[in-house]
């Protein structure tokens, strides 16, 4: 089962002997590389060396055992041995669990800052206002969780829930935990903007790309086309008197990203460009997958209610994620970014986790 760490051993030895040169060369990079590579290879490693360890004492306690056996030594010393052997099985039980999960490929995309896109879908603008509740657990979410967040778009509806909004999330763990809420949410409830009481089903989508560096993805000027406006708010009355609203389109994919929230025409084309570059990162990364032409076409699907991960039911105040089949009774809770969401996050990893170690 462990066949290719003797070579993941003999690379980790090779690559603790060369660090200090490494390091000393002054290549950034190459010392990055490096010392990312060694805190991958360490703790499996380490693990494997416990493990051939634990192994080497396991046949050393039977094969005294056996000779105290034959010899016809005293029970407790007998007993003692037994139990050297049962505990030493458990650990190396315990090892071999532990690296399996080390051996599981870390997701390129841990560590990195998080972009998510929410935009009213299906309902009308009940669908703009649950748009608006969803914004603001994430950002509950984020200061329960230390994270610094930063709107780089928003679009408010007439009602005062949102058209569309792009947020970043900024947290070593951020990743690790948005990345599950990528889908449509299909919210239950009886709107503000309902006079009978009636319960309506709408639907707000939510995309979470992994945010782009400037190294990871180069833009030629030349592939794009730059548009400035005024920029306005909801019924098109205007709250800018320059031109300070940018869109910028990609020609070679048509990718088009419109920024008007700052009253600087340059701080808006900055984050068009941020946003622009996450969403050529994901589209490039999907097509060296061959998964699908977008995963961000796969992740709102058609926005529909029927297409949903998760349902929010403000009648009988439950969360449901329909892909591992978790229902917590706490919607208020979960839509303030408390704990509970936690409870769903923590079982969409598992499962992740369970599949990616072969056990689904």
Not at 62 to 69: F, I, K, M, R, V
Not at 96 to 112: A, F, H
Request: glycine letters at 8%; charged letters at 30%.
């Amino acid at each position: 089962m462990f066949e290719h760490l003797d070579d993941a051993e003999a690379e980790l030895e090779k690559l603790e002997a060369n660090l200090s040169e490494i390091y000393a060369a002054g290549d950034q990079a190459a010392a990055r590389d490096a010392g990312r590579r060694h805190a991958e290879l360490k703790p499996v490693v380490d693990a494997y060396r416990e493990y051939r360890a634990t192994e080497s004492e396991i046949a050393e306690a039977q094969e005294l055992l056996e000779g105290e056996a034959a010899g016809g030594a005293d029970a407790d010393m007998q007993t003692y041995l037994r139990t050297e052997v049962t505990e030493k099985q458990a650990r190396l039980a315990e090892l071999e669990d532990k690296i399996k999960e080390l051996l599981v490929p870390s997701d390129p995309n841990d560590g990195r800052n998080v972009i998510i896109e929410i935009r009213g879908a299906e309902g009308g603008e009940e669908a703009n206002l649950w748009a608006r509740d969803l914004f603001q657990m994430y950002e509950g979410l984020a200061k329960r969780r230390g994270w610094k967040v930063e709107t780089l778009t928003s679009q408010p509806s007439d009602m005062g829930g949102l058209r569309e909004a792009t947020l970043v999330a900024k947290g070593p763990d951020a990743w690790a935990r948005l990345k599950y809420e990528a889908g449509p949410h299909r919210v239950q409830r009886v709107p503000t903007t309902e006079s009978q009481g009636r319960v309506h089903t709408s639907a707000a989508t939510v995309v979470v790309l992994p945010e782009a560096e400037e190294v990871d993805v180069e833009i030629a000027p030349g592939d794009l086309e730059i548009d400035v406006f005024r920029s306005s708010g909801p019924g098109g009355q205007s709250v800018n008197t320059t031109d300070s609203a940018v869109r910028i389109t990609h020609k070679p994919t048509g990718l088009v990203v419109t920024c008007q929230d700052e009253k600087s025409q340059l701080q808006n084309k900055d984050k068009a460009l941020r946003i622009l570059r996450s969403r050529l990162l994901q589209e490039e990364r999907d097509r060296q997958d061959a998964e699908m032409s977008s995963v961000r076409r796969d992740q709102v699907k058609g926005g529909g209610r029927s297409e949903k991960i998760r349902t929010y039911n403000f009648k009988e105040n439950r969360v449901t994620d329909h892909r591992v089949n978790v229902t917590v009774q706490a919607l208020d809770q979960v839509l303030a970014g408390e704990k509970p969401l936690d409870v769903i996050v923590d079982a969409l990893a598992a499962a992740e986790r369970s599949e990616q170690l072969g056990e689904t």
